[in-house]
């Protein structure tokens, strides 16, 4: 029996996370987060879905996205593009079955001070991973509206 669509309200942002299946890492090399962002903006723009900001880290994922006036467009983008990207790590390193822990983890995004808020979160979290020195340096990320 298929999944029920998660509900989202039109216009919205909304904070989306992933990681990897027993914590284990996803994005091996930076052709895997390149691949994943090109995928991305593909199936944003396919379902024209906003992306706000993103931060890919080793064994997880934050997106901050926007619906439209059709917010079972988030869903359905969500589908394919996290399908389309599994597809390409299971044959890339040879391995079958799933590369994500589950489906995705979603939480609406209430007001601006929420979004900046997440915003933050996500310009902070390669820093606090020890991955870079200032959240600038991290190549990995976007954040919109923050410099």
């Given at each position: 029996?298929?999944?029920?669509?998660?509900?989202?309200?039109?216009?919205?942002?909304?904070?989306?996370?992933?990681?990897?299946?027993?914590?284990?890492?996803?994005?091996?090399?930076?052709?895997?987060?390149?691949?994943?962002?090109?995928?991305?903006?593909?199936?944003?723009?396919?379902?024209?879905?906003?992306?706000?900001?993103?931060?890919?880290?080793r064994t997880h994922f934050h997106?901050?996205?926007?619906?439209?006036?059709?917010?079972?467009?988030?869903?359905?983008?969500?589908?394919?593009?996290?399908?389309?990207?599994?597809?390409?790590?299971?044959?890339?390193?040879?391995?079958?079955?799933?590369?994500?822990?589950?489906?995705?983890?979603?939480?609406?995004?209430?007001?601006?001070?929420?979004?900046?808020?997440?915003?933050?979160?996500?310009?902070?979290?390669?820093?606090?991973k020890g991955y870079v020195e200032?959240?600038?340096?991290?190549?990995?990320?976007?954040?919109?509206?923050?410099?």
């Amino acid at each position: 029996m298929a999944r029920k669509l998660n509900n989202y309200k039109p216009n919205t942002y909304y904070h989306i996370l992933n990681r990897g299946h027993n914590k284990k890492v996803v994005f091996r090399q930076d052709k895997d987060k390149a691949t994943f962002l090109n995928y991305l903006s593909f199936y944003s723009k396919e379902f024209n879905i906003e992306v706000d900001s993103y931060c890919l880290m080793r064994t997880h994922f934050h997106l901050i996205l926007k619906t439209n006036e059709y917010p079972t467009q988030l869903s359905r983008m969500m589908q394919v593009f996290m399908t389309k990207f599994c597809i390409y790590i299971n044959k890339k390193y040879h391995m079958v079955g799933a590369v994500f822990q589950g489906r995705y983890k979603k939480r609406e995004i209430r007001d601006f001070g929420d979004l900046i808020t997440v915003r933050r979160y996500l310009r902070d979290n390669p820093v606090k991973k020890g991955y870079v020195e200032r959240p600038g340096d991290y190549k990995w990320m976007r954040i919109g509206g923050l410099s």
